[in-house]
């Protein structure tokens, strides 16, 4: 399979606390992208960090890359109630337009 | 710009029966994606088009599955005759000129056939 996996599946802090997820791929990529989607809504866009970059930040999000470990990773800094959803890891390869999405990861912030 | 919208946003129907889904794109995306959400599956990209054109519809799990894009700013998706293995939530989403850029998704629409 090309999907992407990540990693935990779960994760469950304290308000506050830093959340870190992490993407790995198997295709050379031509960038990666991180979605967020609260239960029973669409995905939305948060971030996307190009082949050729290494790390890029968001307000409270970093992104980082690694192109020889194809690997990527989420923090999201001083976590809030808020940021409760689930995050997908997506990467777009080769020479389509296809996007292609791991399973995610299930965030939950405890107030 | 209101999003990208879909309708209808909960469809219950009966095996067999036709279903359709429809989609409106941001204005001024040439890029519009079907994707399915599944708890088995995932997120599964269906088939996209660029200029109102399909371009890959690889995604299209069989024949029961069409999808046309008759203008810039609407699409549908039709199952005939749908089955209770395509309840799932279906995403339409769209991108800018370039195709490589962020994807911008719409609400879905969670389909439940019996």
């Known amino acids: 399979s090309q999907q992407g996996e990540e990693d935990p599946q779960a994760l469950s802090i304290q308000e506050g606390e830093n959340a870190t997820m992490n993407c790995s791929y198997k295709t050379s990529i031509n960038n990666l992208q991180w979605y967020r989607q609260n239960s029973g809504r669409g995905l939305v866009h948060l971030i996307l960090?190009?082949?050729?970059?290494r790390e890029k930040h968001s307000g409270r999000l970093r992104v980082t890359l690694d192109t020889s470990k194809k690997s990527s990773s989420l923090l999201i800094t001083a976590s809030r109630a808020a940021d409760t959803a689930s995050y997908f890891c997506?990467?777009?390869?080769?020479?389509?337009?296809?996007?292609?999405f791991g399973k995610g990861t299930l965030l939950t912030v405890n107030p | 710009d209101a999003g990208v919208i879909q309708s209808p946003r909960h469809e219950v129907t009966e095996m067999g029966q036709e279903v359709t889904l429809r989609c409106k794109p941001i204005s001024g995306h040439d890029y519009l994606f079907w994707y399915r959400q599944t708890m088995m599956r995932g997120l599964e990209l269906l088939i996209y088009?660029?200029?109102?054109?399909?371009?890959?519809d690889s995604g299209m799990p069989e024949d029961r599955f069409s999808a046309k894009m008759p203008n810039a700013s609407f699409s549908t998706l039709k199952i005939q005759p749908s089955e209770p293995r395509d309840s799932a939530v279906y995403f339409c989403a769209s991108s800018l000129r370039q195709g490589r850029e962020t994807q911008y998704f719409g609400p879905g629409t969670r389909l439940l056939v019996l």
């Open positions: 088009f660029n200029n109102n054109v399909p371009i890959d």
């Open positions: 997506a990467y777009l390869g080769g020479s389509n337009y296809k996007l292609t």
């Open positions: 960090i190009r082949s050729n970059e």
